[in-house]
């Protein structure tokens, strides 16, 4: 059998980006004996590798510069007759469309007459049931969003899948809105890669505790709430911060946290595992999530317990035994939160060190071979 992924981005680094599904990929690549012969055709491309059924020719700039600009749209457009070409050149028995954008339908609607077609999971954006509240500031902000959900509501019609796959229960309502029937659903088994693993025994023997927090420097993100919770923390707690952007010196200054704050900056994500191994607790405080953070994942999957917000894109991806939520999302709520993670400590970290291995990415690319069995 062989499968044909059609991504919109691909990176031959597993730096995080495009979600997890560059995981499966990347886990498939580096087997010695994969359950299934595969290729990638992508539109834009960053470190090229042999998973590439072709290097695309680049018109306006390379991967890492056209990544989330506006010229992808013409860059897509320029490359839909190669990608037509080179679909078509691989006979897949089966294609897999990991994400969806309108200007990815038309070659995969013509090269999937002869394939069955698997769909997802990266179909996010917005939608009538999500929590977030940063979809916008104004009425025509939420026009905007509100017009692309029914662009994508009319257009997913147009692709004959044979399965499509959601990240969970929260986003299996989400793809339900776009009218994709609840039999023709698989949630994805949540599993990264695996270089994120446990440790050899759980916990850490330290007297001071450390709390993790993995993302960027944004109210999203719940940073904010993040400092604020941990300036009305009266135990000695120690505070590592990992991400891009500006950290708020004066925020952290304001709150007096000079020297209980220590501000890492951008990491590698193959130096992340260390830092997960290393914390009592990974603190997650975000707003909303479709498929659960990757840091939940990622801390999980190295056996680090975890305090997050209780939201359904959220809550559904950790065992209560491994997971302390909160709710409000405000500084105090998060404070008693971890307070309480920090009582139990020991507890939770056996519980995340003994479903670690829950969250490998072997485990999803095992439900997806049989997925792609039962469509061909």
Not at 39 to 60: C, G, M, R, W
Not at 168 to 188: A, V
Request: hydrophobic share 40%; with cysteine; glycine share 8%.
């Amino acid at each position: 059998m062989k499968v044909s992924f059609v991504k919109a981005f691909y990176s031959g680094a597993c730096d995080g980006r495009g979600g997890r599904v560059h995981d499966i990929i990347h886990h498939l690549r580096d087997m010695v004996d994969p359950p299934f012969q595969f290729d990638v055709h992508a539109y834009i491309v960053k470190n090229p590798d042999n998973t590439l059924a072709s290097s695309p020719q680049e018109f306006l700039g390379t991967g890492h510069e056209l990544q989330g600009t506006r010229r992808n749209n013409i860059e897509y457009a320029l490359k839909l007759p190669t990608l037509l070409k080179n679909l078509h050149k691989s006979k897949p028995d089966v294609i897999h469309l990991t994400g969806f954008h309108p200007i990815l339908v038309p070659p995969v609607m013509a090269a999937s007459r002869n394939s069955p077609l698997v769909l997802g999971p990266n179909i996010g954006g917005w939608y009538p049931n999500r929590l977030d509240s940063v979809w916008g500031s104004g009425q025509m902000d939420l026009l905007k969003f509100k017009s692309k959900f029914r662009l994508r509501q009319i257009l997913i019609k147009f692709l004959n899948w044979s399965r499509v796959l959601a990240f969970g229960d929260y986003h299996r309502e989400m793809l339900h809105m776009l009218g994709i029937q609840d039999g023709d659903i698989s949630n994805l088994h949540p599993g990264v890669d695996s270089i994120f693993t446990k440790l050899d025994s759980p916990g850490r023997n330290v007297s001071t505790p450390e709390l993790l927090y993995v993302g960027d420097f944004s109210n999203h993100k719940g940073y904010d709430i993040f400092l604020r919770a941990i300036s009305l923390i009266e135990s000695n707690v120690e505070a590592r911060v990992i991400g891009m952007g500006d950290p708020d010196w004066n925020l952290i200054r304001s709150l007096g946290l000079e020297n209980r704050i220590n501000v890492e900056g951008f990491i590698s994500r193959s130096d992340l595992p260390n830092y997960y191994q290393s914390a009592d607790l990974v603190v997650i405080p975000s707003i909303d999530e479709t498929a659960g953070p990757n840091t939940q994942i990622e801390a999980l999957a190295c056996g680090t317990p975890v305090v997050a917000t209780n939201t359904p894109g959220i809550r559904e991806f950790a065992h209560d035994d491994a997971t302390i939520l909160f709710w409000p999302r405000q500084p105090r709520a998060l404070a008693e939160a971890i307070e309480k993670a920090l009582e139990n400590v020991s507890v939770l970290s056996r519980s995340a060190w003994n479903d670690a291995e829950e969250y490998n990415v072997s485990n999803t690319v095992r439900q997806l071979e049989e997925i792609y069995t039962e469509v061909s």
